[in-house]
Each structure stands twice: as structure tokens, then as C-alpha cells.
């Protein structure tokens, strides 16, 4: 199994544009990132300077959110927002660009909180962002997120992902399968990668309670990878889970 770490939320006690090394310097040969600027058209030096510190790094970039507006403020995207379709829109070609200079195959389209969300209008930029990522070869994914955290968030479930996947009809739009979210709500993620791991388009993981690293909570990590696996699922994990201090990757040697 190929492991990502997911540098919005793992190594941010260091500078965003040391933790490609930080990640190589652990083991690790990919990374990936929510949207990491403040705004959907950054400076061009900002762009090239983050590429530069992952091609240096050596590692790959193997997803990237859409700008999603102000996380760390609590927004969840913009998708089917009225108020963020032409912020969500202006980025989608710099968003694909840069993931195509760094062979970025995967691109996360948050759906946005609600009240207020439009579904038509996510179709039809989900829809805007498929046919951007098809020309470097990408895949945009849905992510269902759970409501304990995110209580305006209308995608709570992955069959509502699959849903909504299955308006927008292009071939290169699937799920994403963050079972920490999945899991909170519910549901069998045993059973879910067992059935549905064909329709996968990235996997995230953390565990349950606590959003820590695989093994701090209940959640059967070694069987759920080890299902994964024998689903046929050959894309990287993203390590999307919290953690301060020395020890964030030790569970990979137990």
C-alpha cells in the first residue's frame, strides 16, 4: 500500500514549503494538499515556488483540493455555493495546471455548506472541473464529510457521493473515500471497500474517535488496508489525520 502524507494537516510545525522534504526525509515518496493559498489565483511566484519545493523534495504530488475557501474559518468548499461559483470557477484552471506540472492525477472538489447550496449549479461546475481535469489526464473526486464536525455539509454519506457523482455523468468524476468521515457516520467501511472500491477515485484515512493516526482509535486499520488491497485499489492513501510531536508515522512499523 502507497501512503501520502497530507501536509495541511501533518508536519505544520514546519513551513509549508519545508514539509515535501520533511515527508521525504520520513519514508514517504508522495504528498498532498488542500488548497494552500488565500485565494483561487495566487501570485505565480507563490505557485512556482511550492512546485519547486516538491520537485525538489522528490516526492509527487498525488492530490490537490480545489480552492474551498477559508477552511481554517470553517467553510467546506464552494462548489454548490451561489457566493463562491465564480471564485470556485476562476480556479479550476490554475488548480488543473498546477496539478498537471506536477503529475498531480487526482482533484478534490469540496460541495460547500449550506443552507443555500445549489445542487444544480455543483453538476454543473463539477462538471466544468471533470472536463478541465480530463485534458492533463485527472480525476476530480466527491467527498462525503461527516456531520458531527461539519454540521452544514449536505454530502454526509457515500451513497449521497455516489449520487451526486452519478448526475454529473463524466467518466472521470469519483469518489473519494475518506473512511475517518465515513466511519463517524456509520458506516461499514469493511463493507464499503469490499463493494464499492471500483468506484474509488482517492482514499483518505484517520482513525475514529479522535482523528488521530491508524491504531490511537477503534477503527481496524490492518484489515481495512489489507481489504483495500485485495479490492484492487492501486492508488496512494492520503494520511489525513492529526498529530503534534515525534511518532506521527511509527504505527507504519507496527
Known amino acids: ?54 520537485e525538489d523534495a522528490g516526492v509527487r504530488l498525488s492530490g490537490l483540493n480545489f480552492d474551498a ?23 479550476i484552471p490554475v488548480a488543473v495546471a498546477f496539478a498537471g506540472e506536477l503529475g498531480c492525477g487526482v482533484l478534490n472538489a469540496l460541495y460547500g455548506n449550506g443552507p443555500g447550496t445549489d445542487r444544480a449549479l455543483a453538476v454543473e461546475n463539477l462538471r466544468r472541473a471533470a472536463d478541465a481535469a480530463g485534458e492533463i489526464g485527472a480525476t476530480v473526486v466527491v467527498e462525503a464529510l461527516n456531520s458531527h464536525e461539519n454540521p452544514h455539509y449536505p454530502i454526509t454519506s457515500s451513497q449521497e457521493a455516489f449520487d451526486l457523482i452519478g448526475e454529473v455523468g463524466r467518466e472521470n468524476v469519483a469518489f473519494l473515500a475518506d ?8 458506516e461499514d467501511v469493511l463493507a464499503l471497500v469490499g463493494g464499492h472500491a471500483a468506484r474509488f477515485g482517492h482514499v483518505q484515512i484517520a482513525d475514529d474517535p479522535g482523528r488521530g493516526r491508524p491504531g490511537s482509535g477503534r477503527m481496524p486499520y490492518p484489515e481495512i488496508l489489507a481489504r483495500l488491497a485485495e479490492a484492487g485499489y492501486r492508488g496512494h492513501v492520503g494520511l489525513e489525520y492529526r498529530h503534534e510531536g515525534p511518532g506521527a508515522f511509527a504505527w507504519r512499523q507496527g
Open 1 to 54: 500500500m502507497r501512503f501520502a502524507v497530507n501536509l495541511s494537516i501533518l508536519l505544520t510545525d514546519l513551513p509549508l514549503l519545508e514539509r515535501p522534504a520533511a515527508a521525504a526525509k520520513a519514508g514517504f515518496d508522495a504528498v498532498e494538499l488542500w488548497w494552500p493559498f488565500a485565494t483561487p489565483e495566487p501570485d505565480p511566484a507563490d505557485l512556482a515556488a511550492l512546485r519547486a519545493s516538491v
Open 69 to 91: 475557501g477559508d477552511m481554517a474559518a470553517g467553510e467546506r468548499g464552494l462548489l454548490a455555493r451561489p457566493d463562491g461559483s465564480a471564485r470556485f470557477r476562476a480556479n
Open 179 to 186: 473512511l475517518y468521515h465515513l466511519h463517524r457516520m456509520g
